[in-house]
C-alpha cells in the first residue's frame, strides 16, 4: 500500500475502541480506528495506513517497538555541568548538549524570577515534551530548576 506510513509516534489520547497517535517528526494526527492495546503517553515506531474507503482513519499495520514515557519534576538542582553551561548563557537562551549514550540534556537560562514558571511551562506542555522525548528514542524526561538555570533531561 502506498499510503502507509512508517515513524515515531506519541499517543496522545486512547479509549477501549480507539487512540490517537502524533507523529513525533512531523506533528500530523491519525486517529486510529481501534485501539492495538496502547496507552497514553505510550512512544511507538509503527506503521499505519488509511482505512478504505473513506480514508479519514488509520489502522496500525505493524508496531516495531512499544515503550512508556514519563515526565517528572525532579528535587534534584541542575548538576554543576548544566549550571556551567546555563553560566555561558545569555538570559532567556537554551543550549543542547547530547548525552553520553542515548539522550540530550536542554539547558535554559530564564530570569532568575521565572525560572519556577518556566519549568512549570515545560511540565505543562506534556505532549511537546514527551514528542521531543519519543523523537529522541528516551523513556523518561526529568526537569530540574533553580533560580536562573532550568534544565530538561532526556534519558533512556
Known amino acids: 500500500m502506498t499510503d502507509e506510513k512508517e515513524g515515531t509516534f506519541l499517543v496522545t489520547h486512547v479509549e477501549a475502541d480507539s487512540a490517537v497517535l502524533k507523529d513525533a517528526h512531523d506533528g500530523q494526527v491519525h486517529t486510529l480506528s481501534s485501539n492495538p492495546g496502547l496507552a497514553v503517553d505510550d512512544a511507538v515506531e509503527a506503521t499505519v495506513a488509511p482505512d478504505p474507503p473513506m480514508e479519514v482513519t488509520y489502522r496500525v499495520i505493524e508496531v516495531a517497538e512499544r515503550r512508556s514515557l514519563s515526565l517528572e519534576r525532579s528535587e534534584e538542582p541542575p548538576t554543576v555541568h548544566e549550571r556551567e553551561l546555563a553560566a555561558d548563557l545569555p538570559t532567556g ?6 548525552r553520553a549514550g542515548v539522550g ?27 514528542s521531543r522525548a519519543a523523537r529522541l528514542g528516551v523513556n523518561r524526561v526529568e526537569v530540574r530548576a533553580e533560580p536562573g538555570v532550568l534544565s530538561v533531561r532526556y534519558l533512556p
Open 93 to 98: 537562551e537554551l543550549t543542547r548538549e547530547p
Open 104 to 130: 540530550e540534556i536542554h539547558v535554559l537560562s530564564p530570569p532568575e524570577d521565572a525560572t519556577e514558571e518556566a519549568a512549570e511551562d515545560v511540565l505543562e506542555d506534556r505532549e511537546g515534551t514527551l
